[in-house]
């Protein structure tokens, strides 16, 4: 049977553009569709922004530091539309680059929701077309968990609007203790914010060396955010245009932002994968061999939507390596041991291998 493409993308992220360009720069016939733009959470709503919002709360930092060094700067003050507009500015452009790639590689890309029909056949939801592939890859990433048994939790946001702020808020709430709320809680305090952060456990960054976690933790208290732990939220109430969110440990605090940063979930609710036949795990995550290979031999994923190490150099390798061994007759399969991790706290934490309890 002859398909309209040798290979289907659905995402154009860090791992489904490294996929498609290196497939189609081999010579296969290539799509890849991409509902919101071209990037992915890194690009669009993940590390590059996030590093230069640390980046911003980091300078009102050193101004302090600066006094003693000798340095006198007067009337310093931060603008908050002024940055979010050259943000997004940078993040277009990159956005933009990445959508070119795609486009010079010799791929289509299609602005448009794509979803199974069949194992070979997808629907493009706002043009109403349709497509078959010999072979397709799921590439959709991860988003924010919304703890639904949470009483009020449509009067929180998460990581995703962080970045379009219209204002920078006197007082957030930041529910959780892995990277995402470490990192915001940093950076909301050095842009001024009063920052209380709530996490369920002991010690922030669970799974992280204990000399790490505990120093870490004392950073974020040292710049003024308070910790509240062995907490978990019960109920947030809308007074006014502020927020109070109630604790398991009877404890409520009041703000003027509630986030929530509890964890990510693979992106595959609505793509129609059991009309593919894909399997997913109790997650909602789909299941792949070494070689990103679902239960259906034509059908890969890759990234995030994975749920195995949600990074984007990791998605990067992971799409390269499909593409090495479908189109280029390079067989490889990457190898997810030893996989360095950073978190843009402040200070920036680094690892690679074992931790000391592993050890």
Same mark, same amino acid.
């Given at each position: 049977?002859?398909?309209?493409? *040798?290979?289907?993308?659905?995402?154009?992220?860090?791992?489904?553009?490294?996929? =498609?360009?290196? #497939?189609?720069?081999?010579?296969?016939?290539?799509?890849?569709?991409?509902? *919101?733009?071209?990037?992915?959470?890194?690009?669009?709503?993940?590390?590059?922004?996030?590093?230069?919002?640390?980046?911003?709360?980091?300078?009102?930092?050193?101004?302090?530091?600066?006094?003693?060094?000798?340095?006198?700067?007067?009337? #310093? =003050?931060?603008?908050?539309?002024?940055?979010?507009?050259?943000?997004?500015?940078?993040?277009?452009?990159?956005?933009?680059?990445?959508?070119?790639?795609?486009?010079?590689?010799?791929?289509?890309?299609?602005?448009?929701?794509?979803?199974?029909?069949?194992? &070979?056949?997808?629907?493009?939801?706002?043009?109403?077309?349709?497509?078959?592939?010999?072979?397709?890859?799921?590439?959709?990433?991860?988003?924010?968990?919304?703890?639904?048994?949470?009483?009020?939790?449509?009067?929180?946001?998460?990581?995703?609007?962080?970045? &379009?702020?219209?204002?920078?808020?006197? &007082?957030?709430?930041?529910?959780?203790?892995?990277?995402?709320?470490?990192?915001?809680?940093?950076?909301?305090?050095?842009?001024?914010?009063?920052?209380?952060?709530?996490?369920?456990?002991?010690?922030?960054?669970?799974?992280?060396?204990?000399?790490?976690?505990?120093?870490?933790?004392?950073?974020?208290?040292?710049?003024?955010?308070?910790?509240?732990?062995?907490?978990?939220?019960?109920?947030?109430?809308?007074?006014?245009?502020?927020?109070?969110?109630?604790?398991?440990?009877?404890?409520?605090?009041? #703000?003027?932002?509630?986030?929530?940063?509890?964890?990510?979930?693979?992106?595959?609710?609505?793509?129609?994968?059991?009309?593919?036949?894909?399997?997913?795990?109790?997650?909602?995550?789909?299941?792949?061999?070494?070689?990103?290979?679902?239960?259906?031999?034509?059908?890969? #994923?890759?990234?995030?939507?994975?749920?195995?190490?949600?990074?984007?150099?990791?998605?990067?390798?992971?799409?390269?390596?499909?593409?090495?061994?479908?189109?280029?007759?390079?067989?490889?399969?990457?190898?997810?041991?030893?996989?360095? &991790?950073?978190?843009?706290?402040?200070?920036?934490?680094?690892?690679?291998?074992?931790?000391?309890?592993?050890?």
């Amino acid at each position: 049977m002859a398909y309209d493409y *040798d290979l289907f993308v659905i995402g154009a992220g860090s791992g489904g553009v490294r996929a =498609s360009r290196l #497939a189609a720069m081999s010579g296969a016939k290539v799509a890849v569709a991409e509902e *919101d733009r071209s990037g992915g959470t890194c690009v669009i709503r993940g590390c590059i922004p996030k590093k230069y919002m640390v980046y911003a709360s980091e300078f009102g930092r050193s101004l302090k530091h600066m006094e003693g060094y000798g340095w006198k700067i007067e009337n #310093a =003050s931060y603008d908050h539309n002024l940055f979010m507009d050259k943000m997004h500015r940078e993040i277009d452009r990159l956005s933009g680059i990445y959508a070119r790639n795609v486009k010079n590689a010799g791929a289509e890309l299609i602005d448009d929701r794509a979803e199974f029909v069949d194992a &070979h056949t997808l629907t493009l939801k706002k043009s109403g077309r349709t497509v078959t592939a010999g072979k397709i890859l799921i590439a959709t990433g991860g988003w924010p968990v919304m703890p639904k048994e949470v009483e009020g939790i449509e009067h929180a946001i998460t990581s995703a609007e962080m970045f &379009h702020l219209e204002q920078l808020p006197k &007082h957030i709430l930041i529910v959780g203790g892995g990277y995402i709320a470490v990192e915001f809680a940093g950076i909301m305090s050095g842009l001024g914010s009063t920052v209380c952060l709530v996490y369920r456990g002991n010690t922030v960054l669970r799974g992280f060396d204990d000399d790490v976690r505990t120093h870490v933790h004392d950073e974020l208290k040292r710049k003024d955010v308070k910790v509240i732990t062995n907490a978990s939220p019960v109920r947030i109430e809308k007074a006014g245009d502020e927020f109070t969110t109630h604790f398991s440990n009877k404890e409520s605090v009041t #703000a003027d932002k509630v986030l929530f940063a509890v964890g990510r979930e693979p992106h595959t609710n609505g793509l129609g994968l059991e009309k593919a036949g894909v399997k997913l795990n109790d997650k909602g995550a789909v299941i792949v061999d070494e070689h990103s290979r679902t239960n259906i031999p034509h059908i890969f #994923a890759v990234g995030d939507v994975t749920d195995r190490i949600n990074l984007t150099p990791v998605a990067i390798r992971e799409g390269q390596a499909f593409a090495q061994s479908e189109f280029m007759n390079l067989p490889t399969a990457f190898d997810h041991a030893n996989v360095p &991790h950073a978190v843009f706290a402040q200070p920036p934490v680094g690892v690679v291998g074992l931790s000391e309890a592993e050890a």
